[in-house]
């Protein structure tokens, strides 16, 4: 274990059930056929790098420290729950993203209207292998407490409608960028579909527009590429006047 990596806050693995491990394994098997056609390149190569196994829930602790080694990140206890945004963005300030630790029931395979193990870890954790990625998350952080009220809940559902599920446009094609769509069955369809809302990414749009917790939505924003995912951050502080978010390398 690295000598420096913080662990107090690092979850511990718990005791999963015969049918936790199945069920993250249908789940694994099941998006790896869908995930090389539809996702991203930046998370089909931070995948590769997390070397998951497939058959097996993840021990948080060594997952944390392979994070740390890449980008110095850890992981963090969300407490099986949704955290509320004050909450999520401490956890990213200090560059620690939070995860669960139950995984959802056989029933819930295609759709679950909770985060859980799969979906933070598979959905998420790809894109903080990379540097400029785990950077560009953590630049969310300051300049959501330096929003009011009204500009929190707006810069959240910027973070959710670009990392949560987004789509992205990468050589000409149309990739999911979202974590909530790349660990989700009948979502990542969904976005996908021919007669799917599909629209440019729009920061005051965006930014109004309540997110769907619960059930799949009914519209997907679309960006250009990662470096917009900055733009949109440094475009809303100029427009509401806040600071702008430093530059990432």
């Known amino acids: 274990m690295t000598p420096n990596l913080e662990l107090r806050s690092v979850p511990v693995m718990p005791n ?3 049918q936790d491990h199945q069920t993250w394994a249908t789940l694994y098997h099941a998006q790896m056929q869908r995930v090389p056609d539809y996702a991203c390149e930046l998370f089909l190569s931070g995948l590769s790098k997390l070397a998951f196994d497939p058959d097996r829930l993840p021990d948080p602790r060594v997952i944390s420290e392979r994070l ?18 004050v909450e999520w ?20 395979l295609e759709f679950t209207p909770l985060p859980d193990v799969f979906h933070d870890y598979f959905g998420h954790l790809a894109y903080f292998m990379d540097p400029y990625f ?8 300051p ?27 990468e050589r000409g094609a149309l990739k999911a960028f979202g974590a909530g769509l790349i660990s989700s069955i009948a979502e990542l369809q969904k976005a ?28 997907y924003f679309v960006f250009d590429d990662v470096e917009q995912i900055y733009n949109i951050l440094r475009d809303y502080a100029r427009m509401e006047g806040l600071p702008e978010p430093a530059g990432i390398r």
Do not use: C
């Open 134 to 141: 785990a950077d560009l998350a953590q630049a969310f952080a």
């Open 16 to 18: 999963y059930t015969d």
């Open 68 to 85: 740390y080694r890449q980008t110095r990140w850890t992981l963090g206890d969300a407490q099986n729950e949704y955290l509320n945004a």
């Open 89 to 108: 963005f401490e956890h990213l300030r200090e560059r620690r993203f939070p995860v669960t630790n139950y995984i959802r029931q056989p029933s819930e």
């Open 192 to 219: 996908f579909a021919p007669d799917t809302p599909r629209v440019p990414f729009d920061i005051r749009r965006a930014a109004e527009l309540d997110s769907a917790k619960y059930h799949m939505h009914s519209l």
């Open 143 to 169: 300049l959501f407490f330096a929003g009011d009220a009204r500009q929190q809940l707006e810069i959240s559902r910027l973070w959710w409608y670009t990392t949560e599920f987004g789509l992205i446009r």
